[in-house]
């Protein structure tokens, strides 16, 4: 079988879709051990092209770091992207507190049909009633998913992305995340969820959308 790389490994051998990767020294400082979701964020302020990688323990809650982000740091988030497979009555909260504050002005939330399946009389209808308001570009995606990604573009223009085995919730597992300022991996992952949005949202239009209601219906009528 012919090589990929040559022999100095700095090139390929012929042209490829795969992209080579960069190299970056990793300091000690990069890797962290966190029990406290927003100690993490008073502690972790993203510059461009920096990375985190960190171990998380069974009381991290990632959708407290999400809003203590913002808030430590007033970062004002012109759009946001989470897919989860599931999250918390006090995650939806969290998440209304920041748009209500403005600082999301756009957000799309991914959420397994996992989710639904346990939530579609709970959580649905309260992620409908606390999200979809005048004050935010709200859609809400159910789909088979078990991504855990959580990435926004600040006004400044970063590009931060936030992904690991973690779920909005706390699951009282030990987790890890990693979160960095990147464009070029923030375009991919949204490329994709852009993608599955289109086919499977809730809002205005979609496949399930129907589908979502009558069930929802039907159940309270019986």
Not at 50 to 71: K, M, P, S, W
Not at 104 to 118: E, G, N, P, T
Not at 158 to 168: D, E, Q, R, T
Not at 194 to 216: D, F, L, P, S
Request: with cysteine.
């Amino acid at each position: 079988m012919q090589a990929l790389f040559r022999s100095d490994a700095d090139e390929y051998d012929y042209d490829t879709k795969y992209l080579k990767p960069k190299r970056r020294e990793c300091k000690a400082a990069d890797f962290v051990c966190y029990d406290n979701a927003v100690a993490l964020a008073k502690q972790l302020k993203l510059k461009e092209g920096e990375r985190c990688d960190a171990i998380v323990g069974g009381n991290f809650i990632f959708g407290d770091f999400i809003e203590a982000y913002l808030t430590t740091y007033n970062v004002k988030c012109v759009e946001m992207k989470i897919a989860t497979l599931s999250l918390s009555q006090e995650n939806i909260d969290s998440l209304a507190n920041l748009i209500s504050h403005g600082y999301i002005d756009k957000l799309s939330m991914f959420v397994s049909v996992y989710f639904y399946a346990h939530e579609r009389s709970v959580l649905i209808p309260y992620i409908y009633s606390k999200l979809d308001t005048s004050e935010c570009d709200f859609q809400l995606t159910i789909t088979d998913i078990h991504c855990k990604i959580a990435q926004f573009k600040t006004l400044g223009g970063k590009s931060i992305v936030c992904h690991g085995s973690a779920n909005l919730r706390s699951s009282g597992n030990i987790e890890q995340i990693t979160l960095e300022e990147n464009k070029p991996l923030y375009d991919f992952y949204a490329q994709y969820l852009n993608k599955v949005e289109e086919e499977y949202k809730t809002i205005k239009k979609g496949i399930r959308a129907k589908q979502a209601w009558q069930i929802m219906t039907k159940n309270n009528e019986s």
